[in-house]
């Protein structure tokens, strides 16, 4: 028999897979969720259980979103001619908090990485060009992370549009080499748009 | 109409609500989630729904239990003449990382801390006074942190047992001062307990 209940070590095992929770913190979140009401544990579960019904990713972009098209896409007043490609979903929030994009994006799903098996087949880079095919979009902005696989994403686009009939460009070095988009502040990710350079 | 999903924005606000979590660390245990199975998010929420029906706090000792008893208070090989009073259940875990201790323990709920409206009847004194009363337990070792609101706690109850026919001992200052009972590394925690002092 356990020093604690099964319920408490489900949950704190539970939060421990979480990334960045460590088995300390885990069993922090457990006794704070003990302790509190029992309501207010209730609306996290709640919020949790609802959370894949309640999102799908955006059918032309794979961003998230409540219906077919996301708050972006579907949004008349961004300019369409104008494309940045991500590596995540939480990359299109970093990119909205600089205040420096009014285009629509693309979400690759990740980056090139071939040690962990991630070829170009397993981005959305048919997609991409699917949607470049209809020669709506004039420039392609590439906002993949600053680190080797971003790097490698970003070189890799820039062959594979050359052909096309798109200016295709990168943000500017002036994010911090080797961290990731998502928590770049605002300023700095403002810099990179206005920095950003033709590859 | 907000960028991201509601279903999204109610699991970062409720991320957000746990102690250490930022608004930045929310959005990322959120877009984890998202990302993740749906099984694996569903097993967090189950964790959390069921948390309140599998615990409720030991009859005894209030430290968390499945049953009427916890696991320490059920056991007939813990010491009863020892009893460790702590202020919260972590601190029991704390304890019980150190080895150093086979007695039961005496969850007292809190710390005294005027500014925050605890006095003595916010705690759980006359419950420890009422397992004094049938003369088993022979010493008290107070086991409260080693902060302002600990120190004060551990005083007061000093001088409340002072006319009792039992030892009351204090754990030793090894433990680093300002910082929390649940934090400290095991062998802090017992050489704080083999000096434990009188008070």
């Not at 629509?104 to 991409?128: C, F, K, M, T, W």
């Amino acid at each position: 028999m356990g020093l604690i209940p099964a319920a408490v070590e489900r949950l704190a095992a539970e939060f421990g897979r979480l990334p960045g929770i460590g088995p300390k913190t885990a069993q922090r979140l457990t006794f704070h969720c003990m302790s509190a009401t029992p309501e207010s544990t209730q609306r996290l579960a709640g919020a949790l259980r609802d959370l894949h019904d309640g999102v799908r990713a955006c059918r032309r972009c794979f961003f998230i979103a409540d219906d077919e098209l996301c708050a972006v896409c579907s949004n008349p007043r961004r300019d369409r001619t104008l494309l940045c490609v991500v590596e995540e979903p939480l990359d299109v929030l970093a990119v909205e908090r600089s205040g420096e994009f009014g285009g629509v994006y693309h979400v690759l799903g990740g980056a090139l990485s071939p040690i962990d098996g991630v070829g170009p087949d397993q981005l959305r880079i048919e997609a991409l060009e699917r949607r470049l095919d209809d020669g709506e979009v004039s420039e392609v902005v590439i906002a993949t992370d600053p680190d080797v696989e971003g790097e490698a994403t970003a070189h890799y686009l820039g062959e594979r549009l050359a052909s096309r009939e798109v200016v295709v460009s990168r943000l500017a070095h002036g994010l911090p080499a080797g961290a990731d988009l998502q928590y770049a502040d605002e300023v700095t990710v403002a810099r990179a748009f206005a920095g950003r350079r033709l590859v």
